[in-house]
């Protein structure tokens, strides 16, 4: 059996950056990036691009610290969103430069990870390539196959009789055929994948029944990549450390300014001042977006409050009007549950039955691992998603403490949004449920990671032989993945100062490495737990999905290195300019030079 330092599971974005960081920093260790697909990229994988793909984020915004993407190198312009090829090409480009893309190997789906007894640790991965098993023995192993891998398809009443193509968006490049031998589709979602399907139907003439749940969330929110009446650069607007501070944040202690935190959400006028925050956001946007202007429009207006909505909050990145889609009839929205199929005919809660040459889900993923971890029960060590009755650390107590803590810092999240009186999980609608034993509507614990990255239990941090990169869904995406990189190459070193991580020496200060293991697991359910009051509009109960709270994350994970934390030049700027990825690109020196100068 073949044994590795270090297994990548994932080749897109938070894989790459994880494999080349380590890679750099310990050259002579030797190191396997595994991936089931045929190409880099995760979601800008060959398999998942189609020509009407592309970026929420523009040009400059969505880019590795280290590795800018040229306007010389990959043809898009300033003010442009970046094409899905160009991403796949960019991703490619990288593996290439910092000399990791003949590490990949590509076809090899890891089925199982058994971890090893004994104080070394380890995993025994099992893999399927070209139809057989094989195994490697992976003394580090980072998961980055993030939360959008797998993707979940209901089982629908009567699809057997349907008679058309039914699949869901992440397989749209497989059905790309349906854009040019249909008269007549139906999209089935109110996210933003199910808009770009609307609108690339809708463009090449073909008739759109887009059907958002009446059950469901509603349709996303959809905001011009200009906002604010100061008409403010969206991605950065939410990486300007001044506006971070209006959203109330369990971890925004780690960016300094408590004083101002405490202002905003501690006082009534502060709260007052938050509110009207928001609320200049949210009109803004619909004022913009003019939903009150066409029957059809009105339709799509976001029925969740903006505060408390996370990535979801999309940008609007159609080259041509997406509206008149809808305002010119090409596009029929219908607020309505789907309750099963017949032959070649959707049929809704209304009563309504629409004809359907092709029927494409936008139903979501399945948040859980694509890797099974052995032995049976670790999941809960480890800190996945688990039934509650399993847990371990995220018991109903810790679950109590959190919340009085949370609610106790925030009051303004005692008054959460009722957006949807009627709301129910996907699989409680009539004529839809699932064979598959992994089913997103199912009660389970929150990720319970230390950092969203490491399993907080004593045995793992003994260990120090599993992370996880890229579970974090928001818009500040390449510079999280190069940072969490680094946070995990470090960590799995055993280099994060003492008052971050307990050192792996158990002789070490027993007293001090016990009370840090508490504070560890505390702030973990803290974390974990406080999605579900700041972000019900998203996936938080579920995942870290969060928008105005990245940058102080990243303070997080930059302090935890003991790195300079506010790299702007000055008081002034470090609040008013925004963050984005140059501000990092030095951070992987600076973090060689502090270690050799220990």
């Not at 430069?97 to 199982?112: P, Q």
């Not at 500040?476 to 680094?486: E, F, K, P, V, W």
């Amino acid at each position: 059996m073949e044994t590795l330092d270090l297994v990548v599971i994932g080749a897109g974005i938070a894989g790459l950056s994880s494999a080349k960081i380590y890679h750099q920093l310990n050259n002579d260790k030797t190191l396997a990036i595994l991936d089931d697909k045929e190409s880099v990229g995760g979601v800008w994988a060959k398999s998942r691009l189609y020509s009407e793909l592309r970026t929420n984020n523009m040009l400059g915004t969505y880019q590795f610290p280290d590795f800018p993407m040229t306007t010389e190198q990959f043809g898009v312009k300033p003010g442009d969103h970046i094409p899905g090829i160009i991403v796949h090409e960019y991703l490619a480009s990288y593996a290439e430069k910092f000399g990791i893309a003949d590490k990949i190997r590509f076809h090899h789906k890891v089925v199982t990870a058994e971890h090893r007894d004994g104080s070394d640790g380890g995993w025994i991965l099992t893999m399927e390539h070209d139809g057989k098993p094989s195994k490697i023995l992976a003394k580090k192993l980072i998961v980055a196959t993030g939360v959008t891998s797998e993707p979940f398809l209901p089982r629908i009443d009567g699809q057997g009789e349907f008679s058309a193509p039914l699949f869901h968006s992440a397989d749209f490049l497989q059905h790309a055929d349906t854009l040019k031998t249909t008269d007549r589709v139906t999209v089935f979602g109110g996210s933003k994948s199910a808009w770009d399907a609307v609108y690339a139907y809708g463009t090449r003439g073909i008739k759109v029944d887009w059907v958002i749940r009446e059950s469901g969330h509603g349709a996303v929110w959809m905001a011009p990549p200009y906002v604010t009446p100061l008409k403010k650069w969206l991605e950065k607007l939410v990486n300007t450390r001044m506006l971070t501070w209006f959203s109330p944040c369990i971890w925004g202690f780690a960016d300094g300014y408590n004083t101002l935190r405490n202002f905003y959400h501690g006082t009534s006028l502060g709260r007052a001042i938050t509110n009207v925050f928001w609320s200049v956001l949210g009109n803004d946007v619909i004022t913009l977006n003019k939903y009150d202007s066409h029957p059809e429009l009105k339709k799509i207006k976001p029925w969740s409050h903006p505060m408390f909505t996370a990535s979801s909050f999309s940008i609007y990145n159609y080259p041509t009007s997406f509206w008149d889609l809808l305002t010119k009839g090409a596009v029929k929205v219908h607020i309505a549950d789907i309750t099963g199929l017949s032959h070649r005919k959707v049929h809704l809660s209304d009563g309504t039955q629409l004809p359907a040459d092709a029927l494409c889900c936008v139903t979501g993923w399945k948040h859980v691992p694509p890797v099974k971890f052995l032995p049976e029960g670790i999941d809960v060590d480890i800190g996945l998603p688990h039934t509650p009755s399993k847990a371990k650390l995220f018991t109903k107590e810790a679950v109590e403490k959190a919340d009085t803590e949370i609610l106790g810092k925030f009051p303004r999240l005692k008054d959460q949004p009722v957006q949807n009186s009627n709301l129910k999980p996907l699989l409680a609608t009539k004529g839809l449920s699932t064979t598959d034993k992994i089913n997103p509507s199912t009660p389970l614990t929150p990720w319970t990671l230390y950092r969203f990255m490491v399993p907080p239990s004593g045995r793992f941090m003994q260990t120090r032989d599993i992370a996880f990169a890229g579970i974090c869904m928001n818009f500040s995406t390449m510079i999280m993945a190069h940072i969490q990189g680094l946070w995990i190459a470090a960590y799995f070193a055993d280099q994060l100062p003492v008052k971050t991580i307990p050192p792996v020496d158990e002789k070490r200060n027993q007293e001090g490495r016990a009370k840090t293991l508490d504070n560890i697991q505390h702030e973990t359910v803290l974390h974990a737990r406080f999605g579900r009051w700041r972000y019900p509009a998203g996936k938080g109960e579920l995942l870290p999905d969060f928008v105005f709270d990245a940058v102080p994350y990243l303070d997080l994970m930059v302090g935890d290195m003991g790195l300079k934390v506010h790299r702007k030049a000055g008081w002034l700027k470090e609040a008013t300019e925004p963050y984005g990825p140059e501000d990092y690109e030095d951070l992987m020196s600076e973090w060689v030079e502090a270690v050799e100068g220990k």
